[in-house]
Every structure is written in C-alpha cells, then in structure tokens.
C-alpha cells in the first residue's frame, strides 16, 4: 500500500541493497534485533498520521529526532518539535507516545509519532528514521509477528486482528472482536487441559496400573473426558462453514422464471452503487451469472443475478440457463422469485414445483420465496395462490415489502454465518477445521487402541492439534501466510 513510502525510506535506510534481500514469504523471522518503523495509519491526506517504530533502538531513535536528551514519561502524550537529525531542519510539531517494552503491543522498546498527516511530513520522518543506525522499514504484519513471538497474541488472536483490520460489515467486526479477544484460543486451551489431564491418568495407569495406591477408575475417567470432547468437538466442526462463509461472504442465488425481476432485486439490495444488471421487459434478458458483493443487513454477501429458468429457447440462453443451474448448487442461500401477478403460468408453475418444491435439497442451503410486482396485484382482489408456501410480498418498483425482506434475510443470514454476537466462537479459516478434525480423528484412534501406549500417543496427537491452532509449534509456512495478511506498520 505505501510502497512509494517504503521505497524511499528504505533507500535512506540502507541504499537500494536493503530491497535486494528482502524475503518474500513474508516477514522476516522475529527477534532479528533490528527496530523496525513504518507508517500504520492509512495512506493519503489526513489531519493525523501515526508512525511507529519497535526494536531496542526505538527511544534512541525518539530522542534523535526530538533532538532531547532525556525521554518522555513512559504511555503519556507529549508535545516535541521533530527534526531530521542529519540536516537539523524542523520536520513537525508532533504528539510522541513512549511505550517501553514489554507493556507495549509487540513486547518491545515502541514509539508512537503522531504528525500532521500531509504526504511532505510523513515521508519526512519515514526519511529521518530511515536514517537513524540500527533502524530499517518494517515489513508486512512485522510488528504483529513481533507480538505473536513476544507472546502477546495468540495465533488465533493474529486471525482475529488481521480480519478486524479488513472487516467491512458490522457481522465480520463483531466476529473478529471475539476472535481477537481469544475466545476460540482460550475454548482450544481449555480442551488441550482436559486432553493433558487425560494423558496424565492414562500414563499414570501405564506406570503405576498394577499398584494399589493408584486412584480406581483412572482410565474410565480418561474415556468419559475423551468423549465429552468429541461431542463438543463435533458440535463446532458441523458449525465449520459458518465462520468461514462470515469471512469470505455467503453465496446468495437470485432466480426465478424469465422476467420475475430477479435484476431489478439485484440492483435494489446492491443500492447507492451502479446498477449491476440489465433491466428490460424482455424476457431472457440476463445471460451470464452476475456477481456483486454487498453487505445485506449487517452480512457479507456475494449476490448472484440468474438467467430465468426455461426451457426450449435458442443455444445462447440455453448456456444462461446451465450457468443459473449451476450457481444455484453452489448457493447457500436462494432467492426464489417469481412475479406474483403471473403465478398461474406455466413457467411460474413449473419453478414453484422444481426449485421450491424440491429444495432445499440437503439441509445446509436455504430458501426464500418472494412474491414479486405486488403493485399489479388489485387491493381487493384474491391475493396470491392459497397453496404457496411461506412467502414474501415485494415490489421492486414500489420499495414495498423491502423492509420485511431485509429483516429475513438478516435472519437467514445469520444462520447460514452464524451470529456473531452469540453462541460459541465460529471457526473462520480452513485451518482451524483441519485441525479440529485431526483432533478429533486422534480421539477415534485413541477409542480404538487396545494397546495402552498407542493410546496415550493418539491423545498426544490429538493434543498437538488444538496447541498447533493457537499457534504453539507453529511451523513457519503457517506463520507466513497468516501473516500475509497484514499491510505494512501493522
Ligand atoms: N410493475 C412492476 N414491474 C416490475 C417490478 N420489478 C420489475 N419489474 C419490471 O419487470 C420487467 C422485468 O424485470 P427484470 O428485472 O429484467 O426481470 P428478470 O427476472 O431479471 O428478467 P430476465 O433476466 O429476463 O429473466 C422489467 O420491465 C421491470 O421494470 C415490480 O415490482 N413491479
Ligand atoms: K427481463
Ligand atoms: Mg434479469
């Protein structure tokens, strides 16, 4: 992001060579020694930008720029004048936070500059620490990285900042809140004490089994231990889609007969941007799936505008039509629309008994019929067919009935993601299943070793699986990647 910035303070710190070795899996192996600075509020002008540094060097470099003697109290913001110290010439007035470590976020020495935020004054002082001894631009997630290996995050901690930072709904805040707070950390702590205490009867047993001291139904103990965990691991793991769909955005399938409008839907809930689909009274109008991301009521979602299903039409919207089909498999929640004033015709018929009646298929995809045009229905007329199932009433051109579709699809939505604001921690990333799923597979070897040894390992590997997610012997790829994440100065 602020590679013009980086580039430039790199070339004060150590002259084109220094870009030369940079690694690119990521950032480098903490604990190097050297104190890193970067920019960690956004790129652009500001009233305030934040730049902070964090290694053994960062009050030195604090009293270099502030050209003082003595540092500031420690956590108190003070007023200083900041000068480039090779040229001495005044840079800004700036607030300066000193955080010696390890109450600081990275467990290190850290400053905090907070300077006027035009470009000239940042890549100033960007320029002046580059040019301090023992200082260098910090990479991606470095100073993050820095705190996980200080111990003052966990991995899952990491996760959790690294989504707050590109949170974009209130959903995805609210879960990477929790997540950054510990919550499924401390959950895989908790189950890591019951597999060690389990391991402990079970060796005890090994070791002292046929001594009298040992307490009775020390290994009855250890199974009844193991299988409470396997009910609770199985409970998150069936749960697992929803924190990842919470990440990334729930698939949501607009579809219906030709010219229900499914577009003009699309093109309401994805509101204040441009119009994403075409719009006509023709028929067959849309082709191609149309994919936007909105947030709906709070959710991440990728919106999905549909061809309309019907058969016996010519090549080119026969393609459409597999392509709406096959979206429709891939959905986790449809929008079954047809249009409520022409629910007697036989492409109504036919979508109401294939689509509705028939799904959901299997239990994880969810459905919601909406009854569209309600404007063209006559106010005292007989209203829609009795026989539909549960249904909404809207109209697109209206806005009637928009609200209530909201507020089911914010129901919806909060079941196909999980609601972050309740119920146990979701789990939102791949690795977090793999995990729990190779805790759990060790647990079904564990019931099934007859041989005591071999279960006591099983339990052991089970064991590693939890402490491996919250990052204890955490391999360095795992490491790089989940770094990755993170822009520079954070
Ligand atoms: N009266 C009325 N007309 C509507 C409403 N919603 C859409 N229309 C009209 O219905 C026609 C079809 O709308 P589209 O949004 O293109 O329908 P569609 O389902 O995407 O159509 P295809 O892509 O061809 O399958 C257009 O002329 C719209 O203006 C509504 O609520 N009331
Ligand atoms: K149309
Ligand atoms: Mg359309």
Known sequence: MWRGLWTLAAQAARGPRRLCTRRSSGAPAPGSGATIFALSSGQGRCGIAVIRTSGPSSGHALRILSAARDLPPARHASLRLLSDPRSGEPLDRALVLWFPGPRSFTGEDCVEFHVHGGPAVVSGVLQALGSVPGLRPAEAG????????????????????????HAET??????????????????????????????????AYIDFGEDDNLEEGVLEQADIE????????????????????????AHVVVTGPPNAGKSSLV??????????????????????VLETSVDLAGFPVLLSDTAGLREGVGPVEQEGVRRARERLEQADLILAMLDASDLASPSSCNFLATVVAQSPSDSSQRLLL???????????????????PPHLLLSCLTGEGLDGLLEALRKELAAVCGDPSTGSPLLTRARHQHHLQGCLDALGHYKQSKDLALAAEALRVARGHLTQLTGGGGTEEILDIIFRDFCVGK
């Open 170 to 203: 209130e959903a995805q805040r609210r879960q990477a809140l929790r997540q950054l707070d510990g919550e499924l950390g401390h959950l895989c702590c908790g189950w890591a004490e019951t597999l060690t205490k389990a391991l402990a009867h079970v060796e």
């Open 267 to 288: 093109n309401l809930l994805s509101e204040c941007r441009k119009p994403v689909s075409i719009v006509s009274p023709e028929p067959g109008t849309t082709r191609d």
């Open 142 to 165: 470095e100073f993050t990285r820095r705190a996980f290996a200080n111990g003052k995050l966990n991995l899952t901690e990491v996760e959790g900042l690294a989504d707050l930072i």
């Open 226 to 249: 193991v299988r409470a965990l396997e009910v609770a691991l199985g409970a998150h793991l069936r749960d697992a889609r929803r924190g990842q769909r919470l990440r990334s955005g």
């Open 370 to 388: 909406v009854l569209n045009k309600s404007d063209l229905l006559s106010p005292k007329g007989p209203g829609p067919r009795r026989d539909l």
